[in-house]
């Protein structure tokens, strides 16, 4: 999956959070490593939405949709 990101540069390096994943977000030292990091935290994110959705017992849905 592709998600769009925010990387902002600071004093102490490199922020980056994902709007479309509230909550989402790392830091760097240097802008590679902060995306880098916020690869592992999308992963994070993501198997801990899996757990929650797992233990409400919920259904899922895959919506497709295009964006020009």
Request: aromatic fraction near 6%; include cysteine.
């Amino acid at each position: 999956m592709i998600y769009k990101v925010v990387l902002k540069e600071s004093e102490e390096g490199f922020a980056v959070w994902v709007p479309g994943l509230p909550g989402c977000a790392s830091q760097g030292e240097t802008e590679d490593q902060a995306l880098e990091n916020i690869k592992d935290a999308i992963e994070g994110y993501l198997a801990a939405l899996a757990d929650l959705q797992a233990e409400s017992g919920s259904e899922t849905r895959n919506v497709l949709v295009n964006v020009d």
